[in-house]
């Protein structure tokens, strides 16, 4: 089965700096999210994307999160400046339609472990 | 507002025995239901979803689940569990009213003894 692929696995950071988690989607799908996974808590919804913009994003996502599709296979999010409280494992995600649908997956990556020092 | 509760954190089962892990929901419409499995250093892995019809819903390595409307839950179950199954849980709800956007619980870690 194709696999959404996430680099890097673990990412290192000190506080403020910027950092720009890259993802590869599946290569025909047409929907993309970004989740978020503090340790010790739930995954969370952090944005979604479609048609090169974003379609939704949670009260996470301010302004110092953005996303991108600079090209037609990657898909990124970048933290402007980085917190503390930033670090967290971070989900992409990709669906071929709108995963609501009954034949319909969303299929995530294994993730970046971010930890901002 | 919509949102998911796995009561236990751990749960430890021998090999070969029946596992159920427990999930509730909340959530003012029509959910979907998911559940996604997670083994270290791997990423979110869809076991079955609860789109409609019959409540009973089969997935992948043998899980099922059951949607109970009456008790908001969506327990996924195994007859019989390997050690491979030793892994990470996760619970999620969604559906049309709520966008793009799953709610997932906080996972329930399974440890399976020999």
């Known amino acids: 089965e194709p696999e959404v692929t996430q680099t890097p696995s673990h990412q290192v950071t000190q506080m403020g700096q910027e950092v720009i988690l890259r993802c590869v989607p599946i290569?025909?799908?047409?929907?993309f999210y970004w989740y978020r996974q503090i340790l010790g808590q739930k995954v969370e919804f952090l944005v979604s994307f479609y048609n090169n913009e974003i379609s939704e994003k949670s009260e996470i996502f301010d302004d110092q999160f953005s996303v991108e599709r600079p090209d037609g296979s990657n898909f990124t999010l970048k933290i402007r400046s980085t917190k503390l409280e930033d670090s967290a494992m971070y989900f992409c995600?990709?669906?071929?339609?709108?995963?609501?649908?009954?034949?319909?997956?969303?299929?995530f990556g294994s993730g970046t472990q971010l930890s901002v020092l | 507002a919509q949102s998911v509760t796995q009561p236990d954190i751990h749960i430890t089962v021998s090999e070969g025995a029946s596992l159920e892990l427990r999930c509730n929901y909340s959530y003012g419409a029509t959910p979907y239901l998911f559940w996604y499995v997670q083994s270290p250093g791997q990423g979110l892995q869809l076991l079955l979803k609860?789109?409609?019809?019959?409540?009973l819903v089969q997935g992948i390595k043998g899980f099922e689940a059951e949607f109970k409307r009456s008790q908001s839950s969506f327990n996924l179950r195994k007859p019989s569990v390997h050690w491979s199954d030793a892994a990470e849980y996760f619970c999620a709800v969604g559906g049309r009213d709520s966008g793009y956007a799953l709610n997932f619980g906080k996972g329930t870690s399974l440890l399976v003894t020999p």
């Open positions: 290569s025909n799908h047409l929907y």
């Open positions: 995600a990709s669906s071929e339609e709108s995963f609501w649908g009954r034949d319909e997956k969303l299929l």
């Open positions: 609860y789109f409609s019809g019959d409540t």
